[in-house]
């Protein structure tokens, strides 16, 4: 596999010389020049197909998004619209370990995911962060059933309960206790 080809003369060193072997090539532009080769056009996904591909997605601020990938991979996704348009940039990995259900930003530098009912808070150090950028993994509580998960200001959180949980409300701050309904 050779992804994101530049050219012809790139890959054409690559390609093995019998015939008992098969190449996939991924190019932004056509690579005509390569004897041989078939063609097969892809269109560009939808932002809404796009995004499908990810479980969770947690907005940073007005032009950067995390998502997490359903193998627990984090990636940072930059938006750049105007009035006539809305694209995507390319994500950048930002590591692994990431399996959360739900994902928030408080706005004040707190991310905070929950999965399998644990809740746990990590601190942004950028607007675009990379990986060094999220530190802090602190675990709140567990035994959460949440259907959606948002921030209402610095350190606070709105979480309607799923149908036939009990629901709790109020700041982040870690546990001290057991958990209550």
Same mark, same amino acid.
């Given at each position: 596999?050779?992804?994101?080809?530049?050219?012809?003369?790139?890959?054409?060193?690559?390609?093995?010389?019998?015939?008992?072997?098969?190449?996939?090539?991924?190019?932004?532009?056509?690579?005509?020049?390569?004897?041989?080769?078939?063609?097969?056009?892809?269109?560009?996904?939808?932002?809404?197909?796009?995004?499908?591909?990810?479980?969770?997605?947690?907005?940073?601020?007005?032009?950067?998004?995390?998502?997490?990938? =359903?193998?627990?991979?984090?990636?940072?996704?930059?938006?750049?619209?105007?009035?006539?348009?809305?694209?995507?940039?390319?994500?950048?990995?930002?590591?692994?370990?990431?399996?959360?259900?739900?994902?928030?930003?408080?706005?004040?530098?707190?991310?905070?995911?929950?999965?399998?009912?644990?809740?746990?808070?990590?601190?942004?150090? =950028?607007?675009?962060?990379?990986?060094?950028?999220?530190?802090?993994?602190?675990?709140?509580?567990?035994?959460?059933?949440?259907?959606?998960?948002?921030?209402?200001?610095?350190?606070?959180?709105?979480?309607?309960?799923?149908?036939?949980?009990?629901?709790?409300?109020?700041?982040?701050?870690?546990?001290?206790?057991?958990?209550?309904?």
């Amino acid at each position: 596999m050779l992804d994101d080809a530049a050219n012809e003369q790139q890959v054409r060193p690559l390609l093995p010389a019998g015939s008992d072997c098969a190449v996939l090539i991924t190019a932004r532009d056509r690579l005509g020049g390569l004897a041989g080769a078939r063609l097969t056009e892809l269109d560009v996904l939808a932002p809404q197909e796009a995004l499908s591909l990810f479980t969770t997605i947690g907005t940073l601020n007005f032009s950067t998004v995390l998502v997490t990938s =359903a193998a627990g991979h984090p990636y940072r996704v930059g938006i750049i619209t105007n009035n006539t348009s809305l694209v995507f940039s390319k994500p950048v990995d930002l590591g692994e370990g990431w399996t959360h259900d739900l994902l928030t930003y408080d706005g004040s530098g707190h991310l905070f995911g929950i999965a399998d009912g644990t809740l746990r808070r990590y601190n942004i150090g =950028a607007a675009k962060p990379n990986a060094s950028h999220i530190t802090g993994n602190t675990l709140i509580d567990t035994g959460f059933t949440l259907k959606t998960l948002g921030s209402t200001g610095p350190d606070w959180l709105r979480a309607p309960r799923a149908p036939g949980s009990c629901s709790r409300t109020g700041s982040t701050a870690p546990a001290t206790g057991p958990a209550t309904s």
